[in-house]
């Protein structure tokens, strides 16, 4: 039979699918010798189970369960709901990757009216006892029953009130007698039964529960949003309680081993006297740094410093640990890799290398490369910043620069940037209800709680920029207003935010590119040891060219003709070159265009030196570049010489119910050899005139887009090839450039061999090749992909991350067709999937010859393809940071 | 070294593809005993090698002409460019496939200044050899050298009028001479040189300008109308000259072993004395019928007669047969298989069976299934056409009924048709350069040439209606207008054709289903026993679905639920459903739409009875429902309580920019399943009621379109088989119904394994998949697709056949993955390739099990999908007929 439950003893470190990232590690910990309260875990395979039979706990797991407390019973010396000695229970979630306040947890759980009394005379302590009976009916009310904890709060702040204190530590045994029956009260009048007295069914309630809110949508929005596979499940770890709220001799905090937000190593943590866990966290009380447990109980501190150096040599990496106190005795409840930021990561990353406690090729791993976004983007103009008022100070959460309007409600934050506004979220403080007004805001503001508060934590996870605790502001979310530096900001106004200094400023900010740290330096270089897939960029002018050179790019994948088409000196020409309806007009017309194509493709090509650039000819529809309004096309008209009807009639004649379906790509080149034309010889008078005036051996690629017909290509080589040949040997040089197309037509891929005849490269055109495969337009199908990420339909939004099975499944068979035809085909992919690191996997796995992004994803291209390469080496296992 | 000449001796008719249609056939007859004139082939290989030159002729080639002229003067015992007794030549085009008209003859070759006196001592007729000359240079002048005949023209009909004379035979014999005196001078003034003398300088200029009319634009407009492939190179016939215009005992002509229009069995011809094979056909003088030439030389004819039953038998069909009269000499210098309507190709097939010429198999074989349309097609309401007014009689040259608007040019007529107007194309003759008029026509209209005039044979092969000859009307191209009845008709006037009667009507008049002839059910009966591929409709309406099964349809293979949305009554409900912003509101519409849903599905179950019905629900993006002008938003808003700017705003958000790629399809489902609900409630409801109240055993199919993602089917089943199963339940009686879907995205086809395991049955929808494999919105592509075709990219238009490469590789594979999840699965195609015979084939071949087609094409499936499993059982050369 299947063993559902195990006991800390009979598990380890590399169970984390079985036992949930918590449950592996108390089971390590236990092992190797750590003072951890013993316990038991309930298996994700039994989450499974509950959910195929319906949602129901069946009789073998309950005995298995009781079984596995009777062990504990014995253990511990206690009896689970004995009259004498009661033992009492956390139940903890514990998925295989952690989600920080996803789930749900009952602590105290084994209380009831008898074990309260039981209880007092034993410790001899009975304002404790009711203290954790409270609090025990309230979580368990809110998790297990769903009765909002609202209900206990005014009721406890009421009492508090009555009573004229300020503390919850300041209410006495018989205050907490009072809070412990109105508690049962509101518990009856909600649920309609009395709080439950029997341990056993508390257990399985909470059990129960835990399993349940594996599903509920916070947890799903923050598996959607993180890529975390719904099917996983949660495990159940059940531990005997230690007590951090018995009196002066208890405590209880958490400590990260290295600075999370710099990666420094200093240990960075903070605790409470006489508290349970959630007080630490939840930001009710603001807690002390962990230096003062020094003064407080020095060996208690030196014994905490120890074993937090254990616990970093032994798992290698940054800890993040729960500990509590009970009567002078430390417990260590749980640690776990720390969230970090990225400049965190890298530099803690580095500095064990240097340590040599890992390799570099481990380094390398440590890096979610994503998140190297954080130290790619642009910090605040020193000089603006200069100008700027400060309006409030907090911790520095989470660093970064954030500029925004100011909304109170995960709702509304949500709603404003879906409206394409940049929003800042202003809360007292956040709960896991906020998470997705968190995902959309572009910082994070809180005026209470600590660097490890929820707000914080789930900041820096997510690379946003976060002001925790930022006492001095006072936020009213029912009025939709905080005061700062004495003047009322409204929903809508504009803040600024400093992750870095914790910071915020009045007004929007401006921002400069950032400086990267020795640490990015020297990991970039160990990840360009470890890649074989090329990077490139996409960019359309020579300031892109030079940024993603300096980002390390090898070349470029991608230059968009037509975004220079858009310049407004250009539009003119370019509206007459369209709206031509004889091939000598459009000539005309094109002699305009071409000195100024010329010239960018100049600035490009000197930018990239040596380097190979690619050039897509015209690709999107004309009309794009079209007069919208009447009086634009009078203005047109009147320079065409043309009457306003007969421009109308022309621009009405170019209107396409399905534009992406319609007369672009190479079918413009098809129908207008005239403007291949024009920009072969734009390309290549540029690339001589570069070749003459600087000796720059100067490699393009003309690249045709959207070739779905292997004739297409032939038709439109014999235009390409025929210009640039003429004035290749007109100038007399040598000069070498390749012919080319992109792939992102379906019909493109599976025909791939037959094209491979006349292309010298493919570029994967992965944007449109994913619209095509899907028949999903982008412009029109946001909502949709939306709700079927909601629906579970989609696991990724397929325009940000590669869609293997289909998409894939069509880049493969091209590039098999292609190598097969043309065994040294040059391979890359330009769609903007380029820069996503699952999608680069994808790519180093079929074998591609690079990858293009833009410039701000190289270096994140550069980590995922050393990642690849080194998943290839080494296997899975060592891709261990998720 | 490979043989690129073949004399007539050395081939036979199975070498069609080397000799080309009519060189296999004059070596055949020549073998089999026919007075054929001797000569020999240059092969198709020679044509293409001539191609892969650089269009030369090489000296190798040049020496094996010349070695079977030689062979040929020993067997004719003249010589070639000798100065007694001159051998003369025809030079004539012969490709596989027959092109009428399209390419070029050269007559008379070999005649020069020099030869001209001695054939004129030798003959003893200087007249003829004069007339020989002067057709020659003009011939020569035209085809070879591209002088246009016109000028040569011009200047005979000057001298015709000077000499008074009306008639080309009236002229004597120094009216000749004078004649080619003028001639020659245009040659020279328009060419620059003599007319060249050296009949070997003449014979090889002549071979060239053959293979070089194979590139021709006419010749490519007419290979791409009829799929024929542009590499198989024409052949060239080099033959000895016989003279029909010798003398009053010389004559030539043209005849139909059967009649081509009706089938019927009886010799069929047209022939003049004293003339030249171009007189017959060009329609310069009216010829005689075949049976006159019984007055004139009773033996010639019984000859004839004789050898045209011999060379049926032969060949085993309806032969074509071109002979000349040479001073009571019989020679045939073509035969071929005729060219028919689709009524007679009916009656001829049956027929030869009935006389054990051919099995039934061939018969089914012998039928074009696209020309079926002819016999399907309406006439004209036998009413109507009492009402109508005769302005003109003709010759019935290829039945059919037309209405139309008068056009005089092949581009006024086509872009008319573009246009979107009907179109007759009336010219006074038609000639090669109207063919793609006559493609764009619904009749043509002739005023001169006879049953085997130009216009005839030509629009008998396209399956148009024809009326030549209409002797009682003028045609005055220039000004546009034509004279009939004592009216003039203009340009865009209307007019109407009865190609089975040759009777011109003034005017439009309405058209009727038409009877269908016994030969066509026994046909069509041997079909069905040949096939394999079951044949169902896609109708919306019970009318639809009554034609259908009339023409032998077995089932519905699809219905599309949105066409009934348009309808008057409806609309607004559908409106309502679509604008509403809440589920209540979506379900409180649909309501108001079930019963209308639910009655068009009792009436298409009544009228299919125990045949499988197909139902696809809603696929159209939403806002092609909405209300389009302000007006009938402002009534909308009224009749829903809305504002006029409430409703606006909902109008404008349902706006997309590429609605094929957008909200539609499955993804309406998903978003708002109460409609896929309403729908099923709908099916399921009818179905329950048709069985209840008729006793018929109903079965439903319910198609969800456009799934291209396993897990959207799986969603939406959900909601399917929930209303279904309760309603059937709630019915108590047994109601089997199946649920599938259209695989018609890319995608969809590659995930079709996992697709399979929810849907009982796929339906190709080629339509879809054709647009998104190639990046196509039929709504735009139109201009592309002409385009391409003219330019060679398209073979065919991949919306009519379907595209094998690329479409048909993601049919193929969803096959394979369909099955191999489930066996039984079944599987059809819908889309409007389900009646292109060509995709019938490929249907056949992947081995789907059924195609659905409209009603009108049900027959045409049914014949294609007999010959795809006749072409299975005994081989591709059973196809014999093209």
């Keep these: 039979m299947k063993q559902y439950v195990y006991s800390f003893k009979e598990g380890n470190k590399d169970m984390k699918d079985l036992l949930g990232g918590k449950g592996a590690n108390l089971a390590e910990m236990s092992n190797i010798g750590l003072p951890v309260p013993q316990g038991f875990t309930v298996t994700t395979e039994a989450c499974n189970e509950y959910y195929a039979k319906g949602k129901q706990i069946w009789p073998e797991l309950r005995e298995e369960i009781f079984a596995k407390m009777a062990e504990l019973e014995q253990e511990t010396g206690k009896t689970f709901g004995g009259t004498s000695n009661p033992l009492?229970?956390?139940?903890?979630?514990?998925?295989?990757?952690?989600?920080?306040?996803?789930?749900?947890?009952?602590?105290?759980l084994g209380l009831n009216d008898e074990s309260v009394e039981t209880l007092s005379q034993e410790s001899g302590n009975r304002r404790f006892v009711l203290d954790s009976y409270r609090r025990f009916i309230m979580m368990f009310a809110d998790v297990v029953m769903e009765i909002p904890k609202s209900y206990f709060e005014s009721v406890f702040d009421e009492i508090k009130e009555a009573k004229g204190v300020d503390e919850d530590t300041h209410l006495s045994a018989d205050d907490l007698e009072e809070v412990v029956v109105r508690f049962k009260e509101i518990y009856k009048a909600r649920d309609g039964h009395d709080f439950p007295q029997d341990p056993k069914e508390q257990?399985?309630?909470?059990?129960?529960?835990?399993?349940?809110?594996?599903?509920?949508?916070?947890?799903?929005?923050?598996?959607?949003?993180?890529?975390?596979?719904?099917d996983l499940g949660t495990a159940v770890n059940v531990q005997a309680m230690v007590f951090g709220n018995m009196g002066d001799d208890c405590g209880t905090g958490v400590a990260f081993t290295r600075d999370p937000a710099t990666g420094e190593n200093v240990m960075l943590g903070e605790f409470l006297m006489n508290a349970q866990g959630e007080d630490v966290v939840a930001g009710i009380r603001t807690p002390l740094s962990i230096e003062h447990l020094n003064d407080i109980n020095p060996e208690i501190y030196q014994e905490f410093m120890d074993l937090s150096e254990k616990l970093e040599h032994h798992y290698r990496d940054m800890q993040d640990i729960e500990f509590t106190i009970e009567k002078g005795k430390l417990y260590i409840l749980q640690t776990r890799n720390g969230k970090r930021t990225a400049a965190a990561a890298l530099r803690v990353a580095v500095e064990l290398e240097e340590a040599d406690l890992i390799t570099k090729d481990e380094a390398v791993m440590r890096i979610e490369p994503d998140q190297l976004d954080q130290v790619l983007h642009p910090?605040?103009?020193?000089?603006?910043?200069?100008?700027?008022?400060?309006?409030?100070?907090?911790?520095?959460?989470?660093?970064?620069?954030?500029?925004?309007?100011?909304?109170?409600t995960a709702e509304a934050a949500t709603a404003a940037s879906?409206?394409?506004?940049?929003?800042?979220?202003?809360?007292?403080?956040?709960?896991?209800?906020?998470?997705?007004?968190?995902?959309?805001?572009?910082?994070?503001?809180?005026?209470?709680?600590?660097?490890?508060?929820?707000?914080?934590?789930?900041?820096?996870?997510?690379?946003?920029?976060?002001?925790?605790?930022?006492?001095?502001?006072?936020v009213n979310?029912?009025?939709?207003?905080?005061?700062?530096?004495?003047?009322?900001?409204?929903?809508?106004?504009?803040?600024?935010?400093?992750g870095s200094t914790g910071l915020v400023y009045d007004g929007s900010i401006a921002t400069v590119a950032p400086e990267l740290s020795g640490h990015f330096g020297k990991l970039m270089g160990w990840a360009d040891e470890a890649r074989k897939l090329g990077i490139r960029t996409n960019a359309d002018t020579p300031q892109d060219a030079r940024q993603a050179i300096e980002f390390g790019a090898e070349g470029i994948g991608l230059t968009r003709t037509e975004h220079m088409f858009f310049d407004e000196n250009r539009i003119a020409a370019v509206r007459e070159m369209i709206t031509s309806t004889s091939e000598e007009a459009r000539r005309k017309a094109l002699d305009k265009v071409l000195p100024f194509q010329k010239d960018d493709f100049v600035g490009i090509f000197e930018a990239m030196e040596h380097r190979p650039v690619t050039i897509r000819l015209l690709d999107p529809p004309l009309h794009e570049f079209l007069p919208q309004h009447d009086k634009e096309i009078r203005d047109l008209a009147a320079t065409m010489g043309l009457s306003f009807e007969e421009l109308k009639a022309t621009v009405d004649s170019l209107h396409e119910f399905n534009p992406m379906l319609g007369h672009r790509g190479v079918r413009l080149a098809v129908s207008y050899p005239e403007i291949a034309e024009m920009q072969t010889r734009a390309i290549i008078e540029a690339a001589i005139q570069v070749?003459?005036?600087?000796?720059?051996?100067?490699h393009p690629e003309i690249m045709i887009p959207l070739v779905g017909i292997p004739e297409e290509l032939t038709y439109v080589e014999e235009v390409v090839r025929g210009t640039a040949d003429q004035l290749i040997e007109e100038a007399g040089i040598e000069l070498n450039y390749l012919y080319g197309t992109m792939i992102e037509v379906p019909r493109g891929a599976l025909t791939a061999d037959k094209i491979a005849k006349n292309a010298e490269f493919f570029s994967f055109g992965t944007n449109d090749l994913t619209q095509m495969t899907y028949g999903f337009s982008r412009d029109d199908a946001a909502q949709i992909i939306e709700d079927y990420l909601k629906k579970g339909i989609f696991e990724y939004d397929p325009f940000v991350t590669i869609d293997q099975e289909g998409v894939g499944y069509l880049v493969q068979?091209?590039?098999?067709?292609?190598?097969?035809?043309?065994?040294?085909?040059?391979?890359?992919?330009?769609?903007?999937?380029?820069?996503?690191?699952?999608?680069?996997?994808?790519?180093?796995?079929?074998?591609?010859?690079?990858?293009?992004?833009?410039?701000y994803r190289v270096p994140i291209a550069r980590l995922a393809a050393a990642q690849a390469a080194l998943i290839e080496k080494h296997g899975e296992a060592t891709h261990h940071v998720k």
């Design 691 to 698: 070749k003459q005036d600087k000796g720059i051996d100067v």
């Design 418 to 474: 879906q409206n394409g506004e940049k929003v800042v979220l202003v809360r007292t403080e956040t709960s896991p209800e906020d998470i997705e007004g968190m995902i959309n805001a572009e910082g994070i503001l809180t005026a209470r709680g600590g660097r490890t508060s929820h707000a914080a934590v789930v900041a820096r996870g997510m690379g946003k920029c976060c002001v925790a605790g930022a006492e001095g502001i006072r």
């Design 813 to 855: 068979k091209a590039v098999e067709l292609g190598r097969q035809t043309r065994p040294d085909i040059k391979l890359g992919i330009c769609g903007e999937h380029g820069g996503d690191p699952k999608t680069i996997h994808f790519c180093h796995e079929v074998g591609l010859n690079y990858v293009s992004c833009s410039p």
């Design 203 to 230: 257990l399985i309630e909470a059990v129960t529960a835990v399993f349940r809110s594996w599903d509920n949508e916070r947890a799903r929005i923050y598996r959607n949003t993180y890529h975390i596979p719904h």
């Design 88 to 108: 009492l229970v956390s139940v903890r979630s514990g998925a295989k990757f952690s989600m920080p306040g996803m789930m749900d947890t009952v602590l105290n």
């Design 477 to 498: 979310e029912e009025l939709k207003v905080f005061r700062a530096n004495g003047r009322e900001y409204k929903e809508g106004d504009e803040i600024s935010l400093d």
């Design 379 to 408: 910090n605040f103009d020193p000089e603006a910043l200069a100008q700027a008022t400060v309006i409030a100070k907090g911790l520095a959460a989470s660093p970064g620069a954030a500029s925004g309007k100011v909304y109170f």
